[in-house]
């Protein structure tokens, strides 16, 4: 089901807008690049589209109970559990057995290009190992909104392109992806953009569109 923002507008008390009617359809299947200037609002975006805060104007129509997963910038796991440990974790949050979760975690560790790791602790992965781990996990959870905040933003260059890789592969027919980001190699590696500097410049509103495909 898809997620529509209608005249979507977000500030804090009596600080500035940080952007105002922005009107977007995000369909499942798609991977969309959130980006902007620091300040623009990406991160505040996110939490709106997750149902955390409301927004100051518009609406945002999410759909009835909506799953939403969140990978946030910087992975965060239990550093002695195993990365297959983290996958299956939520699979069997959902209900699935035991040796079932264990067989989709091995599968969703291989579409990220981690099933060699399985048994690896949390501590022992790399940085890039460690993103794509936290993509598989929330991927596992069958979300139908996946959010994720700045997944390159301390990754060297080489690292970064197989989190991007990851990102690209996170489509799914049922899940609609969000991805805020400075990077634009994280931005091309999606299917389309939001450019939230679309939606405000000092001093007045900009009500163009900002979805490009």
Not at 11 to 38: H, N
Not at 100 to 114: C, N, V, Y
Request: aromatic fraction near 6%; glycine fraction near 8%.
């Amino acid at each position: 089901m898809p997620v529509v923002l209608s005249a979507v507008g977000h500030c804090f008390d009596d600080a500035p807008w940080l952007f105002r009617g922005l009107d977007a359809v995000l369909e499942p299947g798609l991977v969309y690049a959130l980006t902007g200037p620091s300040g623009s609002g990406k991160s505040t975006l996110l939490a709106l589209l997750a149902g955390w805060m409301y927004p100051a104007e518009g609406s945002i129509d999410r759909g009835t109970s909506p799953q939403v997963s969140w990978v946030f910038q910087n992975p965060h796991g239990v550093a002695g559990r195993s990365a297959a440990d983290h996958v299956a974790l939520p699979l069997l949050a959902r209900g699935i057995t035991p040796s079932e979760a264990d067989s989709q975690a091995t599968a969703m560790l291989d579409r990220f290009g981690l099933a060699h790791l399985a048994s690896r602790p949390f501590r022992a992965l790399s940085g890039g190992e460690a993103q794509r781990l936290m993509l598989a996990r929330g991927l596992a959870s069958n979300p139908t909104l996946l959010l994720i905040d700045e997944p390159t933003a301390q990754l060297d260059h080489t690292t970064a392109e197989t989190v991007n890789n990851a990102i690209a592969a996170a489509a799914s027919e049922n899940t609609i992806v969000v991805v805020a980001t400075h990077d634009t190699r994280t931005r091309n590696a999606c299917s389309a953009q939001i450019d939230l500097g679309d939606y405000f410049a000092p001093g007045e509103a900009s009500l163009t569109s900002g979805l490009k495909q």
